[in-house]
């Protein structure tokens, strides 16, 4: 095992979405799923929707590495760049920072008082990069929720954000709703690498209730992916413009899609809740 019941851990959150922060710079850590799950376990663990490793990079000022509380290594996390960016410029005092991941390198930066804005670059619309199963109009995939004559939910819009999201454009948000449709399409067999499940309520054109079924981890706070997912889902609908205040169950989160350069940039809280050792 290459975590020790010494390894000390920071405990975070952005805008809710928990993590466990792992510095992997100097020691390595590489917990297999069984022993990344028993760490998320809220009964048994610390607790934690993402467990994230910081660990060295040649090409960056970091690597994020990241596990969802189902043990299962994914390309990025959103939420989880601006806790690491914050902790990065906080020991390098630098106003910004590139973090590697799987999904590909981001740049966070200072935005305010325990605030950070991400770039995440351009989403993914094709329906090869979200990835879809088959062929299909990313704005609106042949998808539905609930009996074929009366679909609760039909037609999301499918976006990669380095990692792959559904979005459905409704106001029905109530858990048992989400918890119960978010679970069934998360492994629908259109999804491959299996999806996060959004459920967006657009409130106006620049601010939207959103929800989030998170692949590996289930119903979180926040998902800044989503959040942007959502964005973009929207505004290719023509519901939203390109800029927009996400409401999640844990804060709020600025999205904009910039039409210059095409990226997604993300701005919202981190909070440091303590600190601790694995068990
Ligand atoms: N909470 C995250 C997303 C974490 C990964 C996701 N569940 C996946 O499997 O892709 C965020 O803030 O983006």
Redesign the pocket.
């Known amino acids: 095992m290459t975590h020790s019941a010494t390894r000390p851990f920071v405990r975070m959150n952005?805008a809710g979405?928990d993590f466990v922060v792992v510095n992997a710079l100097e020691t390595p850590f590489a917990p297999t799923a069984d022993q990344a799950r028993a760490i998320a376990d809220r009964d048994s663990g610390q607790g934690c929707?993402?467990l994230i490793a910081i660990e060295p990079s040649d090409r960056a000022d970091a690597f994020m590495r990241?596990w969802?509380a189902d043990g299962g290594q994914?390309?990025?996390?959103?939420?989880?760049l601006r806790c690491v960016g914050w902790l990065l410029m906080e020991s390098t005092g630098k106003d910004t920072v590139v973090i590697d991941t799987l999904g590909g390198p981001t740049t966070a930066s200072r935005a305010g008082l325990h605030q950070v804005r991400v770039d995440m670059g351009p989403p993914g619309l094709d329906w090869t990069d979200v990835p879809l199963a088959e062929e299909m109009d990313t704005r609106g995939i042949e998808l539905q929720v609930g009996p074929i004559d009366a679909p609760i939910l039909h037609t999301p819009g499918a976006v990669s954000m380095g990692?792959?999201h559904v979005v459905f454009f409704t106001d029905r948000q109530d858990d048992g709703f989400v918890r119960g449709s978010g679970s069934l399409v998360e492994h629908h067999p259109l999804f491959p690498e299996g999806v996060?499940v959004g459920f967006a309520n657009v409130l106006a054109p620049d601010r939207i209730r959103l929800r989030v079924w998170?692949?590996?981890?289930g119903l979180?706070k926040?998902?800044?992916?989503?959040a942007c997912a959502a964005l973009v889902a929207t505004a290719r609908r023509g519901l939203t413009g390109r800029h927009a205040v996400i409401e999640a169950d844990g804060g709020e989160l600025v999205i904009d899609w910039d039409e210059s350069s095409g990226h997604v940039f993300m701005t919202g809280p981190v909070e440091i809740e303590g600190t601790g050792t694995l068990r």
């Open positions: 952005g979405n929707d993402q990241v969802n994914v390309e990025t996390c959103g939420n989880a990692n792959p996060n998170e692949r590996g981890a979180t926040a998902c800044g992916t989503g």
